[in-house]
C-alpha cells in the first residue's frame, strides 16, 4: 500500500471512530509504529486530525470556537458532577469565594445554596441565577457587569473594575483548555483578562476541568500551570497528562468514580 493510500485509510479509520492509537494501526497495516507516526504527522500538518499521545483525535476546533452555554451544559455531566462535588468540600460558612463562568462551576454553585453566610462574585449569569433563586437569604450573591458572551460570562472593562477592588478567599475557575505549554486558557481575549482579573483577587485558585481540556487550546492563556493552588479533575485523564499536572499545579485531585461514564 502506497503511503497515500494508508494515510486515507488512516483518516477514514479516525473519522469513523474519532481516534485511533499508532500500535493498533502499525499492526493492522504492517509497518512499523515510526511508519504510522510519519502518516499522521502529515495529515496534523494538513490539518485533517489532531495529535495526541500514542495517536491521534479528529481535528478539534479552532482556538477561538466558543461554544454556547447549553452546548457545554450536556457534555462529560457524571465528570462535572464529581469535581462539583468535590470542589464543594473546599468551602466554608462565611467565605467570600468567586466562581467564574462554565458549566462545571454552575454545577458547583447548585451545591452551595445551602452553605450558611456565603458571598459569592461571579461574571456568570447562570451561576448567579441558581444562587439567587436557591440559595439562603442569609447569602450575598455580587454579578459582576460586563459584555455578555456566549457562554453567558460577562467579560470586559466593566467586570474587570469590578474585581479589581475586591478581596476573596477562593476563586473556583472553569477553564476551556488545558495544556503544558499555554496552561488555562479560553477562546474570548476579554474573558481571559476578566480571568484573569478574578485570580489576582483570590488567595488561592481552584481549578474544576474534566479530563476533555487537556491539550485543547484556546486563543488566550489566562494562567500558568503553576498557578494553580489546586486542580480538581475526573479519573478518565490521560497517564501523561497526570504526569504533567502533577508536576505543575499545587494540588492535583482525581475524583474517583468517573472511570467509564458516557
Keep these: 500500500m502506497l503511503a497515500r493510500q494508508r494515510q486515507a485509510a488512516i483518516l477514514d479509520r479516525?473519522?469513523?471512530?474519532?481516534?485511533?492509537?499508532?500500535?493498533?494501526?502499525?499492526v493492522e497495516f504492517g509497518v512499523s509504529d515510526m511508519?504510522?507516526?510519519?502518516?499522521?504527522?502529515?495529515?496534523?500538518?494538513?490539518?485533517?486530525?489532531?495529535?495526541?499521545?500514542?495517536?491521534?483525535?479528529?481535528?478539534?476546533?479552532?482556538?477561538?470556537?466558543?461554544?454556547?452555554?447549553?452546548a457545554k451544559s450536556v457534555r462529560q455531566l457524571a465528570e462535572k458532577a464529581a469535581i462539583a462535588?468535590?470542589?464543594?468540600?473546599?468551602?466554608?460558612?462565611?467565605?467570600?469565594?468567586?466562581?467564574?463562568?462554565?458549566?462545571?462551576?454552575?454545577?458547583?454553585?447548585?451545591?452551595?445554596?445551602?452553605?450558611?453566610?456565603?458571598?459569592?462574585?461571579?461574571?456568570?449569569?447562570?451561576?448567579?441565577?441558581?444562587?439567587?433563586?436557591?440559595?439562603?437569604?442569609?447569602q450575598t450573591v455580587v454579578l459582576?457587569?460586563?459584555?455578555?458572551?456566549?457562554?453567558?460570562?460577562?467579560?470586559?472593562?466593566?467586570?474587570?473594575?469590578?474585581?479589581?477592588s475586591l478581596h476573596l478567599d477562593l476563586l473556583f475557575l472553569g477553564v476551556h483548555g488545558i495544556s503544558e505549554r499555554a496552561g488555562f486558557t479560553t477562546p474570548n481575549l476579554m474573558e481571559a483578562e476578566t480571568d484573569r482579573a478574578l485570580v489576582a483577587a483570590a488567595d488561592r485558585l481552584v481549578v474544576l476541568a474534566d479530563h476533555t481540556k487537556w491539550e485543547t487550546v484556546g486563543i488566550s492563556s489566562i494562567v500558568g500551570l503553576a498557578a494553580a493552588d489546586v486542580l480538581v479533575t475526573d479519573d478518565r485523564l490521560a497517564p501523561e497528562a497526570r504526569r504533567v499536572l502533577d508536576e505543575n499545579v499545587g494540588e492535583l485531585v482525581i475524583v474517583p468514580g468517573t472511570e467509564g461514564a458516557q
Design 85 to 138: 462535588a468535590r470542589a464543594a468540600e473546599l468551602v466554608r460558612p462565611g467565605a467570600a469565594v468567586a466562581l467564574s463562568a462554565g458549566t462545571t462551576t454552575a454545577e458547583l454553585a447548585r451545591r452551595l445554596v445551602d452553605v450558611p453566610g456565603l458571598t459569592v462574585v461571579t461574571n456568570s449569569l447562570p451561576v448567579a441565577e441558581i444562587l439567587h433563586s436557591g440559595g439562603r437569604p442569609d
Design 144 to 164: 459582576t457587569g460586563g459584555v455578555r458572551t456566549p457562554s453567558d460570562a460577562l467579560v470586559g472593562p466593566l467586570a474587570v473594575d469590578a474585581i479589581r
Design 35 to 70: 511508519t504510522i507516526r510519519r502518516d499522521l504527522d502529515v495529515l496534523h500538518e494538513q490539518g485533517l486530525l489532531a495529535k495526541v499521545h500514542g495517536g491521534a483525535t479528529v481535528a478539534g476546533p479552532g482556538s477561538t470556537d466558543e461554544p454556547g452555554f447549553h
Design 14 to 26: 479516525v473519522r469513523a471512530t474519532g481516534g485511533v492509537r499508532v500500535s493498533e494501526l502499525a
